[in-house]
C-alpha cells in the first residue's frame, strides 16, 4: 500500500517528518501548483492529483481547504482505491528541533496547533469555534507599502475606527460565540490608534480566547500604558522586520524582552503579489480553487463595526472598490448573538466570497513580489460609486 502526503511547502515536510518517525514509508508528494509536479521534493517526486495510485494520501495543509482537497482526489480518481487520511496523531506526537525547515521550531508548533484547531472544528462541526479574528483598529500606516495586502495604499484619507462601535461589537462578537483562538489587533498600524489600551481591557473581560497578538511594523514604540497592560497576560507582539523602514526594531525588541512581553519577530524580504483591486474573469471552478487554496479565506476581519470571512473582501468594499455584497459581511450591530452565529455560519460554508471576484487570490500559484516598496501617494483605483 502506498502512502501520499497531499501537500508539498514546510508543512509537508513536517507531515513526512511525523510520518518518518512513526516508521510510515511515504512514496511521493501530491501537489496542485503545476511548477512543482515532476519535481523531486524532500527527496520524493511530485505528482498531479490524478497521477496517485490505490493508497492511503495524508493531507498535509495548514489551510482551510481540506474538504475541497478531499473532493479532489476522489473527483479526479473516480476509480481508484484511496483512502484520505489526516496526520493528526503523528504530528502530536512530533518531536522537533530547530534547523529541519526553514520554519523555526516555535512556528512549526503554532502550525501545528492550528492544524489540529481546524481538524477539531472539523470534526466537532461547530462555527462557534473561530482560529482568529482580526481587528483592524485604524486605517492609518506608518508606511505605505505598494504591495499591503490589506489595501492600506489605496487609503486616501485614512481614519481610525469609532471606539465605541468597536467595543460594542467586540462585545456582541465574544458574546456570541463560543471560542475564539487568535485574537489580532492590526491596523495599517495598529500601534497608531490611541486608544489601543481601552481595546486590548475590553478584550480581556473575556475568557473565550486563546491569544491576543499585537501585529506592528517596528516603526512606533507602544506607550508605558500599554506595556503595562500587556505585561503578565496571554498579549503577544508579533514584529513584521522591513529593515531600515522598521526604524525602531530594535528598541522595541529590548523594551517587550525587558518588559516579558511574548513577542516575536520576522525579517520580511517577500510577500505574494495580491494586492490589486481589478474585476477578474474566472470560472467557477476557478473561483473555487482560488478561494479553496487561499491562505486567508478563513481570516476573519472586523473593520468598521462589520465582520467580513477575510482582510481582502473588508477593505475593498471599505474603499468602495468592489459593489457592497451583503452575504460577505455581517453588520454586527444590526444582530443578536443567533443572528451573528447564523451568519458566521454562512461564512464558513461559502464555496467563495464575492470580493474573490476581484482579487488576486492567495494560493500556491500566486507570484512574489519585494515587501515594503514605498509610494509617497495613495494608489488610484475605479471606485464603483
Ligand atoms: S506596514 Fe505596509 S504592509 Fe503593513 S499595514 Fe502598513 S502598509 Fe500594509
Ligand atoms: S477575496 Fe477570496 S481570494 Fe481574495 S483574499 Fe479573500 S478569500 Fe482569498
Known sequence: MKNYIFGTGNFGKLTALALRENKIEVSAFIDLNLINIGTLFDGLSVLSVD?????????????????????????????????????????????????????????????????????????????????????????????????????????????????????????????????????????????????????????????????????????????????????NSSVRFQISDYGDLSRNVEKLEALLIEKEISNSRDRVLTWQDCASLDRKVRTKEELLSVFSNCCVNDAFTLLHGKLYGCPFAAHAENLDAIPELKSDSIDIGKENSEGILKKIANLVNRSNYGACNYCNGRDYTVGTVEAAVQTKYPLRYLKVH
Open 51 to 231: 497521477q496517485v495510485e490505490d493508497g492511503i494520501v495524508y493531507i498535509a495543509s495548514n489551510r482551510n481547504n481540506h474538504r475541497y482537497l478531499q473532493n479532489l482526489i476522489s473527483d479526479k480518481n473516480p476509480h481508484k482505491k484511496i483512502e484520505i487520511r489526516y496526520p493528526d496523531h503523528f504530528l502530536k506526537s512530533l518531536t522537533l528541533s530547530d534547523g529541519q525547515l526553514s520554519w523555526s521550531a516555535e512556528r512549526c508548533n503554532s502550525e501545528i496547533e492550528n492544524f489540529l484547531f481546524m481538524r477539531e472544528v472539523a470534526q466537532g462541526g461547530s462555527e462557534n469555534f473561530l482560529k482568529s479574528i482580526d481587528i483592524v483598529l485604524t486605517e492609518k500606516c506608518s508606511l505605505k507599502c505598494i504591495d499591503c495586502s490589506n489595501l492600506m495604499q489605496y487609503y486616501e484619507k485614512a481614519v481610525d475606527t469609532d471606539l465605541h462601535t468597536l467595543l460594542e461589537s467586540i462585545d456582541k462578537l465574544f458574546s456570541a460565540l463560543q471560542f475564539v483562538k487568535e485574537v489580532r489587533i492590526i491596523g495599517g498600524e495598529p500601534l497608531m490608534f490611541k486608544e489601543i489600551v481601552p481595546v486590548i481591557q475590553k478584550i480581556k473581560t473575556f475568557h473565550n480566547f486563546g491569544s491576543i497578538v499585537i501585529f506592528t511594523n517596528g516603526t512606533i514604540m507602544p506607550r508605558d500604558e500599554l506595556m503595562a497592560e500587556c505585561s
